[in-house]
């Protein structure tokens, strides 16, 4: 078996056909129809619960807090749980398997390239769930200037937390090419990953990395046991975010976008708080196409965790989770939504993984330093992006 998927030929290519396999099952054939049907769950309790709060007499402030603001923020990102949960039932069949193992094995020839290890691809794949453990298992490499270099490159892996976005996009944009558009910002944002290796190997990084010595495991059966415990591990970290930290975020953009500065109840939110905030940055992405405040506002709450970029359109739009790709429609042109999801496949982590940048790296100059360089990739990108579409558009 490993001669074929070791291969010199067909290691790459086989790996590749798998990975697009997962992708189409998840995001075409299993994980979506799930979560439309958890979507339609979610509307339909908002509105028996804003309808009994009506019936109740219940103030129309705190009707909007719980309908336009718990429900709609939290509900549209908590709407994507079977879709995570589908993706990395795939990914830990394969990592149960021994396949991952090998994968590393391959990929460490081309990961040289760039100045790296096959060691940092395990890093690099684990980003792929979440920043934070995957700057934490930088741990394992032997060579501090491998281990920092893999640091840097880690959040260019498209962590699940930007799932929502781009499955809400898709949906809205590009209903028919979803799962080509997925594939692509992960293909991106694996470029531009090398990309900045090829950049830091040359600058920051000069030398060679250290040499890649591993055991490869026994090919076996993924135990079911395993399995559903990643599962469970993902979906739990998932449910966590959402009520926490999602949550506190969708309050603030509530409170911020039903108030002006005087805290008056706005009758519309272009008078709030939050469109003050949002026409005051708005400029800086209008070169991107997108200088609508409520674009800007979401990428400023992204900071907080990547799913609060949803929960906010949701909150700022006024609709429901089922009902945000048609409000998106309204506000974004294809095109133009197409570099805002590439500002935001690069912009900068969220605030955990800066912190865990933080300390791993031992200094608050070079989490700073990793906010700047990714924010100015992802603007860069999206501008060429933006102006480039113009040409055929």
Known sequence: IDRVLTGKYLAIPIFLLIMMLVFWLTFGVIGQPLSGLLSQGIDAAAGATDAGMKAAGVNPVVRSLVVDGVFAGVGSVLQFLPTIVVLFFFLSILEDSGYMARVAFVMDKLLRKIGLSGRS??????????????????????????????????????????????????????PHHAVLVMILLYVMGIGMAILSGLIFRRTLFRGNPVPFVMELPNYRMPSPKSVLLLMWDKAKGFLMRAFTVIFVATLAIWFLRTFDVRFNVVSSGADSMLAAIGRFIAPIFAPLGFSDWRASTALLAGFTAKEAVISTLAVLTGTTASGLPRALAGMFAPLVAFAFLTFTLLYTPCIAAINTVRQEMGSVKSALGVVLYQCGVAWLAAFVVYHIGLLFV
């Open 121 to 174: 691809f395990v890093p690099m794949l684990i980003g792929f769930g979440c920043s934070v453990p995957a700057i934490m298992a930088t741990r394992t490499l032997s060579s501090e200037r491998d281990r920092k270099m893999t640091i840097l490159l880690v959040p260019f892996m498209s962590c699940s937390a930007k799932l929502p976005i781009y499955a809400i996009f898709t949906a809205a944009f590009f």
